[in-house]
């Protein structure tokens, strides 16, 4: 029997752009990470379609273009997910390219492995103090990193499209530049928000926007204190740091996945008007 090929259906977060890609016959998902700037900003991993079918089956019309130095990349203007890109040099040079990090049912953790130190006596490496996006408008400061900071990533729907691997300190130990530069994408219970730079699409902090103040109110006092602490918080994208060695640090990895997902985002995108 004929093998029909593997189909993955990829998407921005929001859903506002979704297409399928089909492998051809006993060819292998093979995905590549590439060291210029942006890309390890973006955290992209990249599938480059030789044979391979793509086809679009939804576009709202909102994907924004960027050019940097060396790549040039379509993002969604809404959930600020980048899907396509394309190299103006080395052997990637003219080729398109999907990011394999918005296909649904495809764990990056699988992918990307940060080669991380084995020697857990050892000390770990100083984050860097400054960053940005990769356009420079949106820039961020860490007032103070503690010795051994708590870095996360985990691989739910959102962090997974994003890339993001953070870093947690109090709003007073962070400082932004530009924030007027960032549009805030928010889902689900709308508790967290997502911003990313609206001119280059990086993704460099995250908004804590807790629960409605009715919600609030109804909580045992136990439980509203979570909810101050979580609210004093400013998560910071640790791959927008200047110079920053990912291998270098102690990055904790949670297997959260994306059940809900498809069910409490894609329907949604899809009932409305």
Known sequence: ???????????????????????????????????????????????????????????????????????????????????????????????????????????????????????????????PRFGSCDCGMVKVELLHIPDDPDIKEDNCSICTRNAWIGIYPRLSEVKVTGAEHLTDYRFGRRFMGHPFCKICGVHVVMNVHGPPQHVVDRLPEDKKEIVRRNLDLKPVNVRVLDGVELSLLRIKRSDQGTDGYERDVLVETDQAP
């Not at 391979?52 to 909102?62: C, F, K, L, P, S």
């Not at 960027?66 to 997910?81: A, D, M, P, Q, V």
């Open 1 to 127: 029997m004929e093998d029909p090929g593997n189909v993955y259906h990829g998407n921005c977060h929001c859903g506002g752009y979704r297409f399928n890609v089909r492998l051809a016959p006993h060819e292998q998902l093979e995905l590549v990470a590439c060291d210029c700037r942006l890309c390890e900003k973006q955290g992209y991993l990249w599938y480059m379609p030789l044979v391979a079918t793509v086809e679009v089956i939804r576009d709202d019309g909102n994907l924004v273009e960027y050019r940097s130095t060396t790549l040039e990349h379509k993002f969604c203007g809404i959930c600020g997910t980048g899907v396509l890109g394309k190299h103006f040099e080395g052997p990637r040079q003219g080729r398109m390219a999907l990011n394999a990090r918005a296909f649904r049912d495809l764990d990056p953790f699988s992918f990307e492995r940060h080669e991380q130190r084995h020697d857990r006596s050892a000390e770990p490496a100083s984050l």
